[in-house]
T-cell receptor, first 111, second 115 residues
Framework: DAKTTQPPSMDCAEGRAANLPCNHS???????VYWYRQIHSQGPQYIIH???NNETNEMASLIITEDRKSSTLILPHATLRDTAVYYC????????????FGKGTKLSVKP | DTGVSQNPRHKITKRGQNVTFRCDPI?????LYWYRQTLGQGPEFLTY????????KSRLLSDRFSAERPKGSFSTLEIQRTEQGDSAMYLC?????????????FGPGTRLTVL
């Protein structure tokens, strides 16, 4: 079973920041937080991952709370093309196997 | 780099028929994964390979399902005696083993409809 809890849906205005929350209260010390997204009719796409420090790349920023029990994915300037289902996944850093997806958050970016 | 490719993109079959899907991973990737996704759900893991060795299989992978990766490059997923419950999107992903973590790159999927 997925180790994360996400809201089923969120709306965001185009050009504004989208902040997607994720709860992972049972996360252990060696588990990373990963984010993927899935645009309609496509395969999932990797966005970002982190352990305990905040991370930023060209797609998004990941803010992890100090106790690591929750995190927020930030899309700084959402566009219509960011409309997708966003999945937060917790995974052992040493694991080389599968990803366990939950139902994710359906983000709708509106003009 | 053309990414992960899957063929066919769509397959419609009648119950009881056999179907086979193909996945071509990113060329240097040594790990290959199969997932299944039904409507409204996230992808569910089926199996994965490191090179040609099948290292893990989910309990979702019944004895009607078989996956191969004969030369450690492309992979096939066969479903025998298809059932209507097999209707789903079948996703393939690949990754490069870097020891600590691995970003999985997904293909576009094969959508199976069993009538």
């Amino acid at each position: 079973d997925a180790k994360t809890t996400q809201p089923p849906s969120m709306d965001c205005a185009e050009g504004r920041a989208a902040n997607l929350p994720c709860n992972h209260s049972t996360i252990s010390g060696n588990e990373y937080v990963y984010w993927y997204r899935q645009i309609h009719s496509q395969g999932p796409q990797y966005i970002i991952h982190g352990l305990k420090n905040n991370e930023t790349n060209e797609m998004a920023s990941l803010i992890i709370t100090e106790d690591r029990k929750s995190s927020t994915l930030i899309l700084p300037h959402a566009t219509l093309r960011d409309t997708a289902v966003y999945y937060c996944i917790v995974r052992d850093g040493g694991s080389q196997g599968n990803l366990i997806f939950g139902k994710g958050t359906k983000l709708s970016v509106k003009p | 780099d053309t990414g992960v490719s899957q063929n066919p993109r769509h397959k419609i079959t009648k119950r009881g028929q056999n179907v086979t899907f193909r996945c071509d991973p990113i060329s240097e990737h040594n790990r290959l994964y199969w997932y299944r996704q039904t409507l409204g759900q996230g992808p569910e893991f089926l199996t994965y390979f490191q090179n040609e060795a099948q290292l893990e299989k989910s309990r979702l992978l019944s004895d009607r399902f078989s996956a191969e990766r004969p030369k450690g490059s492309f992979s096939t997923l066969e479903i025998q005696r298809t059932e209507q419950g097999d209707s789903a999107m079948y996703l393939c992903a690949s990754s490069l083993d870097r020891g600590r973590y691995n970003e999985q790159f997904f293909g576009p999927g094969t959508r199976l409809t069993v009538l």
